[in-house]
Nanobody, 119 residues
Framework: QVQLVESGGGLVQAGGSLRLSCTAS????????MGWYRQAPGNERELVAS???????NYADSVAGRFTTSRDDAENMVYLQMSSLKPEDTAVYYC?????????????WGQGTQVIVSS
C-alpha cells in the first residue's frame, strides 16, 4: 500500500522556522520525483518545491531563498525546511510523489499538514 505521511506542521510566528517531513512507504522511493504543494483557504493547490531522483530542486518564486527541500533515499524521507516564514505561507502542505523512472507512470498525495504563521 503506497503511503505518504506528512509531519512537522504547526503554529509559528512570522520570521520563524519549521521543518516538514514526509515519510514514504509502499513504493520504490528512488524512482519518484517528490514534491511539496500547499493550499490556502479559497486558493488552488500550488507547487512549493520539488526534488528529482537525481536531487535537482525547483522552487516557487514565493519561497525561493527561504525554503529548502531535501531527500533521504535510504530512509524514504523527504523534507521541507522553511525559514523566514510569513503569514502568507499559512496553508495545508501536501507531500506528492510522481514516478519519473520506470513505468507505469503513477502519482499520489499525502493527507497534508497544517502550517499557520501568525503575524
Amino acid at each position: 500500500q503506497v503511503q505518504l505521511v506528512e509531519s512537522g506542521g504547526g503554529l509559528v510566528q512570522a520570521g520563524g522556522s519549521l521543518r516538514l517531513s514526509c515519510t514514504a512507504s509502499g513504493f520504490v522511493f528512488r524512482q519518484y520525483l517528490m514534491g511539496w504543494y500547499r493550499q490556502a483557504p479559497g486558493n488552488e493547490r500550488e507547487l512549493v518545491a520539488s526534488i528529482t531522483p537525481g536531487e535537482s530542486t525547483n522552487y516557487a518564486d514565493s519561497v525561493a531563498g527561504r525554503f529548502t527541500t531535501s531527500r533521504d533515499d535510504a530512509e524514504n524521507m523527504v523534507y521541507l525546511q522553511m525559514s523566514s516564514l510569513k503569514p502568507e505561507d499559512t496553508a495545508v502542505y501536501y507531500c506528492y510523489a510522481d514516478r519519473t523512472i520506470g513505468r507505469p507512470r503513477f502519482s499520489f498525495w499525502g493527507q497534508g499538514t497544517q502550517v499557520i504563521v501568525s503575524s
